[in-house]
């Protein structure tokens, strides 16, 4: 799976894959190196609280 700072679907991606699927799964969060507050060029990349920040990704 391949993700990217902002947005929630790669939390909702984790909680399904959690629940549903016994294979291993691979992913990577792009833009982890971003400058603080960096926004992404679409609407899908907004972080809404803790959310959307990298590190909280990476933990899933």
């Known amino acids: 799976m391949i ?16 629940n549903n699927i016994s294979k291993p799964v691979v992913f990577t969060i792009a833009g982890t190196t971003a ?16 959310m959307g920040l990298a590190r909280k990704k990476f933990l899933l």
């Open 3 to 18: 993700g990217e700072i902002g947005g929630t679907k790669e939390q909702q991606a984790a909680e399904f894959i959690k």
């Open 35 to 50: 400058p603080k507050g960096k926004r992404m060029g679409h609407a899908g990349a907004v972080i809404s609280g803790k």
